[in-house]
C-alpha cells in the first residue's frame, strides 16, 4: 500500500482524532464526497432534465461491474438498494418459506437481520437461534441448529456486537451440501475484507456502505445470485426496474422483469449515493482488496495487544481467522473513559461497558497507542 501520510490526506476527518469508529460511519474520502457531490453540483447549477436524468442511469448501470467485483460477482446480480435493511427484507420474501421451516441466525446479530425473519413468524416460519459464547460463534453451532425442516443460514460475516468473523467458505460449503439459502449480512467487512461470493456459496448478501466504504447513508446493495435469479419473482416493482425502463406504455400494459438483479430496483434511485459508491469501488480496486485486508488485520491484532500489554480486557481475543476490523476493549467508567477519550481527540463507540474500536487501512499504530492512554 502506497504511502499512508498520503492516503491519509484524502481524509479530512482524519485530522481532527484518532478515528476508530468506522464501524459506526466512516469518514469521506475526498474522492467519494467529490462524486457525491457532482450530482447536487449539478442540479444547483443547471437542473435535471430527462437526458441527463438518462445520463445518469446509464453511469450508474456501468458502475454495476465495479461495485460487484468488489465480491466477485457479476453486475447482473447486483441491485442497488436504500439500506442494509432492504436488501435482508428482500432475502427473507425471496426464499418462499411454507409454515414450518425454519431459518438459523446467531443471536448477536445486527437486529435487521432477526426481524426480516421474524417478520415471517406470522406465515408460520420459525427462527431458532445459534447461540453465541463471549461474541463468538462457533461453526458447529450453526451447524448444530440446523434440522431437516431448516431452510436458511442467516448471519453477519462480521458480528456487529463482538467483531467476530465467521467462515463464509466453510458456512457457504455446509448450506449448499445441504440445500440450504446462504445469506450473509456484509456491512461490518465489506471493502475492509475480501469476499468471494462464488468461493464461499452465497445466495445473497446484503450492505450498507457508510461503514467501511466511508460512503453516504441512504445507499447500499443487494446481490442474488445468478442460480436464484431465474425464480426470485420481487414483491415490488416499478418503472425503474423493468426491462425498458424508458417505456411509459398505456393499458393494456405487461411486467417485463429484467433478467438481472435490476429488478429489485423500483423507482429513482439515490444517484449521488451511487455514484459516491462507484467511486469507493474504483479506490478499493486501487489500494488493492489484499493490502487493505492485510492493514485493517495487522493494527487489529497490534490494538488487540496493546489493550491487553496494559491491563485492559478484550472480548475475545478470537483466533486469527476470526478477527476482523473491529475489536471490543471492556472499561469500567463510562463517564471518565468519555471525558479522557475527548481530551485525547480518540473517536471511537461507547456503551454497555465496552467500548467498540475499529482499525481500517486508513489509522496508524500512533493512533493506537493514543487510545490505549485514553482508556488507561
Ligand atoms: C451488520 C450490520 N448490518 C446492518 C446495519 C444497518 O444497516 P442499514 O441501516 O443500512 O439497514 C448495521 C449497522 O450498524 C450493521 O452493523
Partial sequence: MEDIARIRENFPALE????????????????VHAAATRGYDQRLKEGLSIPEYKE?????????VDVASVFKAKAEELAYTKNASEGINLAARLMNLSPGDNVVIPDISFPSNAYALLNLQREGVRVKWARSIHGAVPFEEI????DER?????????????GFRHDLERIGAFCRGRNLFFHVDCTQSIMALRIDVKASNIDMMSSAVYKWPCCPLGVGFFYCSARLLENAIPESVGWFGMEDRWDMPQPPIDIHIPGT????????????????LAEAARIYRELGPKNIEERVLRLNTILSERLLGAGIGVLGPFQDDNRSGILYARITDHER????????????????????????????????????????
Wanted: glycine residues 6%; positive net charge; contains cysteine.
Fill in 16 to 31: 481532527h482524532s484518532a478515528y476508530l469508529d468506522t464501524a459506526t460511519t466512516g469518514p469521506f474520502h475526498k474522492r
Fill in 261 to 276: 438483479a435490476r429488478r429489485f430496483e423500483t423507482g429513482s434511485p439515490n444517484f449521488a449515493g451511487i455514484f459516491a
Fill in 150 to 162: 431448516t431452510r436458511a443460514v442467516f448471519l453477519c460475516h462480521v458480528e456487529h456486537a463482538s
Fill in 337 to 376: 473513559v468519555s471525558a479522557s477519550l475527548a481530551a485525547h481527540g480518540v473517536r471511537v463507540n461507547l456503551g454497555h461497558g465496552m467500548a467498540r474500536i475499529s482499525t481500517h487501512y486508513f489509522n496508524t499504530e500512533d493512533e493506537i497507542d493514543r487510545l490505549v492512554s485514553a482508556l488507561q
Fill in 56 to 64: 445518469w442511469a446509464r453511469f450508474i448501470d456501468d458502475a454495476r
Fill in 143 to 146: 451447524t448444530r441448529q440446523v
